[in-house]
């Protein structure tokens, strides 16, 4: 391996008891070659153009860009207008362009202010973000294109802008017909920590800190691809072990189609509406070992986009349903919005869970609505327990004074309630998950889910309600990637 030194000035330094000389992070950048380690020292990187890297590593010989403690990349530039939940494009601005590269890793930067991203990524595939503190942005991460797969973002920090939870009216981000033009004024905030389009997948995106921004995890499929077989696209992603805090919309959101995504052991932290399923076929969708709770409710005066809910789900009719199951379990929601508001599903698993309502009357005066529901209006909310994918809610604990009275409006969804009068958990208003004395009860069967490859999980019935049993977080299943023969012979053999 070769070390390659890079330091603001490309001066010779004092590196690593030495006098040696350095590069500056450009041509670095352009003579890169596979096995190198390039080592920035400590200091401000002035960024005025993207880092592109001429080539990629080998397996077993990656290119390897690693930043001192104080490194740091600043941009600051301004926010691209024309970027808004779309894909930014090799022609617009990134820190960093990966296209067309493998085996990259860049570990332990600040990157301040590149906008619309700090890191774009272009059929590539084996790349490695770690330890990046990214300020700003409209997408922290973008990917595109049909052969980018094995992405690793792990151990980064990303605050888009601190003033989006409190400050910033929800439609004042998302375009809509109350702009004259249609075009909202903060529209370059409509983006994610990681956007993607038509990427293959493979996805890691584990603890990371993700905070104060629109979205978390956003990837779509464009409309030219909605017709390729189910698992072309946004196939086998990882979301675990993440903090997700002031998020505006949806912490986790795939688009269009999502086949094998694994959402487990995240802390959302005042979350707008967690999971959205709303016009994605495909499925095998896990959620276990979260925990929701919120001690703050968003938008300035005037915005009505405040309630939020655990899922949002689509309309139904026309608009696209999942073709697979989903699983919920064992997680833990401290709520002060309604578990579903609206829509339709199917094949969802919802199982085990801990759910405590809060108290109005405990929390400051228009916190949350004093009658707030468990689920939306029965007119608006459909869940069917027939058909091939029907949905399940069984063994959960609520204490939702219309729990389990709710689902009478739904025939033989509900089974194996758990109710309960008084709050579930130690003090979920700060974090405080245990469960009380009275709900610590495990379950009489074991608990069988579904996976992607045709096999069938087994969780132990000793667990009790929640994502914590005994003081000790719920781990879920190990991961297991989608078998398509097996989820395209499903769709198949239905049809």
């Not at 960093?96 to 590149?114: G, K, M, P, T």
């Not at 929701?292 to 026309?318: H, I, M, Q």
């Amino acid at each position: 391996m070769r070390i390659v030194y890079v330091s603001p000035n490309a001066q010779e330094c004092w590196i690593d008891a030495a006098w040696r000389p350095t590069k500056s992070l450009d041509m670095a950048v352009k003579d890169s070659m596979p096995g190198d380690l390039i080592r920035l020292v400590a200091g401000d990187y002035p960024l005025s153009e993207p880092l592109v890297f001429p080539r990629g590593g080998h397996e077993g010989a990656p290119i390897i860009l690693r930043g001192d403690t104080g490194s740091q990349l600043k941009v600051n530039n301004q926010p691209d207008y024309s970027v808004s939940a779309n894909n930014p494009g090799r022609d617009r601005f990134a820190a960093f362009q990966l296209i067309d590269v493998a085996h990259i890793r860049i570990e332990n930067l600040s990157i301040i202010r590149s906008w619309p991203s700090a890191v774009y990524i272009e059929n590539s595939h084996d790349l490695c973000l770690t330890g990046l503190d990214i300020t700003a942005g409209t997408y922290a991460v973008y990917a595109n294109g049909a052969t980018t797969q094995a992405i690793e973002i792990t151990q980064c920090r990303w605050t888009q802008d601190d003033e989006i939870w409190r400050s910033i009216r929800w439609d004042d981000i998302h375009d809509g017909d109350i702009h004259p033009d249609g075009k909202a004024p903060f529209r370059y905030l409509n983006g994610a920590f990681f956007g993607a389009d038509d990427i293959t997948g493979n996805v890691l995106i584990a603890r990371n800190d993700i905070r104060d921004c629109y979205n978390g995890v956003r990837m779509d499929v464009s409309a030219e691809n909605l017709a390729a077989p189910i698992g072309s696209f946004n196939r086998d992603v990882r979301i675990f072990d993440n903090n997700f805090s002031y998020i505006r919309d949806n912490p986790v959101e795939p688009e269009a189609t999502a086949v094998g995504w694994w959402i487990g052991r995240n802390r959302f932290y005042n979350c707008h509406k967690l999971f959205s399923q709303d016009g994605v076929r495909g499925g095998f969708w896990y959620y276990f070992g979260n925990i929701c709770w919120f001690d703050s409710r968003p938008g300035p005066e005037g915005d009505e986009y405040n309630g939020g809910a655990v899922f949002k789900l689509g309309k139904g009719g026309t608009v696209p349903q999942p073709d697979f199951i989903s699983a919920c379990f064992h997680n833990s929601f401290f709520l002060r919005q309604k578990y579903i508001k609206k829509g339709t599903t199917r094949g969802l698993i919802n199982a085990r869970n801990a759910i405590e309502h809060a108290d109005p009357s405990a929390l400051p005066n228009d916190f949350m609505p004093a009658d707030q529901p468990f689920f939306g209006d029965a007119d608006g909310l459909q869940l069917f327990a027939s058909g091939p994918l029907p949905v399940i809610f069984s063994g959960d604990l609520a204490n939702h004074s219309t729990y389990p009275a709710v689902f009478d409006s739904y025939p033989g969804v509900l089974g194996d309630p758990r109710s309960a009068q008084t709050p579930l958990f130690e003090d979920g208003l700060t974090g405080r998950f245990d469960l009380r004395r009275a709900y610590q009860m495990p379950y009489d069967s074991n608990l069988a889910i579904p996976m992607p490859d045709g096999n069938v999980w087994t969780g132990h019935q000793d667990q009790w309600p929640g994502a914590i049993t005994d003081g000790k977080g719920y781990e879920g299943p190990d991961f297991v990637a989608v078998n398509l023969e097996y989820v395209r012979e499903i769709l198949s053999t239905r049809d």
